[in-house]
């Protein structure tokens, strides 16, 4: 089997190399990464890609001399991300971080591909786009965060006419018994640990604000489509069930497993088959119990403006992301607080509602790639005028 890793060297793509590592059949097209190209090449080399591509031009020659002597292809830049996508492969992860994974998933399912999206931002900004072009291509998207993997194998041999409702857990973050007054002055640090997962800082910061979970219920959204009524969050600290499906005879489906993203990534590369996988078996007598509670919406509004965004349809997902980056680069940078993040993407939404084209569907990339930039322009605007003013 070909297959290509677009995010090689962050979370998600390393639990990938794990696993392609351990297998003989497998041919590597292209791994991209981005400034560790120190570890792009040594994944290069370990599984002998054709092909290493680092996002940024300015680190081509560094990862040239890594990879000096092994006869791997090696490229820079945007437009290098793009011509990798375009080589024919059979299986492709999706997992750079943020709006920037969008273009190579597509360019990769126009060659027939699966496409292993780890990549939230893609349905969350061009969801409709994005369904469209693998059924025009007679390719497939399966989904590989854990929560829509969990949905996703629930349904198998399902009637998703029958589906009353889903599920999707959060683990509440780092801050699930914080006050308001607490988060007020959260810092970056404290953030960027979460208390279950490993992942990179963006992904554990977003977690925290529970935006990554906003995203999630619009993934859930597109993919499946679903109203968004249908669609309820829980938080459930152990991170033991990852969603569950509500039937219309009143059955709840659930999908337990240890929080390990190799669960997720497995399934997707050896769909429709199960093949062993090296993670953690659960042992429910040690966990003796599983906790819930309800999300507060007073102190993580994310969820609340993910609905929002649901109502207004078009652009607005990709008006969300957009704002919600800039929040989190500006959180990381200093310039605004904790709480902040929510007020920016709030506001960044006010200002879009009218004559911007917000709420038209979505036709092109290129369409989102303009109400990606309109958004962080008003973004950045904005969170001027907070550091200025102190929110």
């Known amino acids: 089997m070909r297959v290509s890793v677009f995010g090689a060297t962050g979370s998600i793509g390393e639990s990938t190399f794990d696993l392609l590592s351990r297998r003989d059949d497998i041919e590597t097209v292209a791994l991209t990464g981005g400034r560790n190209v120190t570890r792009l090449a040594q994944q290069a080399r370990s599984l002998n890609a054709q092909l290493a591509v680092t996002a940024h031009d300015d680190c081509y020659q560094a990862l040239k001399q890594a990879l000096s002597g092994s006869g791997i292809?090696?490229?820079?830049?945007?437009d290098a991300l793009i011509a990798a996508a375009e080589r024919p492969t059979d299986w492709v992860m999706s997992a750079i971080v943020g709006?920037?994974?969008?273009?190579?998933?597509?360019r990769a399912l126009a060659q027939g591909a699966t496409l292993a999206l780890a990549n939230k931002e893609s349905?969350?900004?061009?969801?409709?786009?994005?369904?469209?072009?693998?059924?025009?291509h007679n390719a497939r998207i399966l989904p590989v965060d854990s929560e829509h993997s969990a949905v996703f194998q629930a349904l198998t041999g399902?009637?998703?006419?029958?589906?009353e409702r889903v599920i999707i857990t959060a683990s509440g973050g780092p801050f699930r018994t914080?006050?308001?007054?607490?988060?007020?002055?959260a810092s970056l640090a404290q953030a960027a640990k979460h208390p279950t997962w490993d992942m990179g800082q963006r992904i554990t910061i977003d977690s925290a604000t529970l935006f990554n979970k906003a995203l999630?219920?619009?993934?859930?959204?597109?993919?499946f489509d679903l109203r968004p009524e249908q669609i309820e969050v829980i938080v459930h600290p152990q991170s033991i069930i990852h969603a569950l499906v509500g039937f219309r005879d009143g059955a709840l489906m659930a999908h337990l497993g240890a929080p390990d993203m190799r669960h997720a990534i497995g399934y997707a590369l050896n769909w429709p088959e199960r093949a062993a996988l090296p993670v953690a078996r659960l042992d429910l007598v040690q966990l003796a119990q599983l906790?819930?509670?309800?999300?507060?919406?007073d102190r993580f509004p994310a969820l609340r403006l993910a609905r929002e965004v649901m109502e207004l349809r078009g652009h607005a997902g990709a008006a969300f992301n957009a704002a919600k980056e800039v929040a989190l680069d500006e959180f990381i940078a200093g310039h605004i607080g904790?709480?902040?993040m929510a007020l920016l993407v709030e506001r960044t939404i006010d200002s879009l509602l009218s004559n911007s084209g917000l709420t038209d569907a979505v036709e092109s990339l290129e369409t989102v790639a303009a109400m990606n930039q309109m958004a962080r322009d008003i973004a950045t605007r904005l969170a001027s005028r907070m550091t200025s003013l102190g929110a």
């Open 73 to 78: 292809e090696v490229a820079a830049g945007t």
């Open 99 to 106: 709006a920037a994974g969008l273009a190579p998933g597509f």
């Open 123 to 136: 349905l969350v900004t061009a969801g409709p786009l994005l369904m469209r072009e693998a059924a025009r």
């Open 158 to 163: 399902e009637d998703i006419a029958a589906v």
């Open 178 to 185: 914080w006050s308001k007054a607490q988060l007020a002055g």
């Open 216 to 223: 999630e219920v619009i993934e859930t959204r597109e993919y």
């Open 291 to 297: 906790s819930f509670e309800a999300p507060d919406p």
């Open 338 to 340: 904790f709480q902040d």
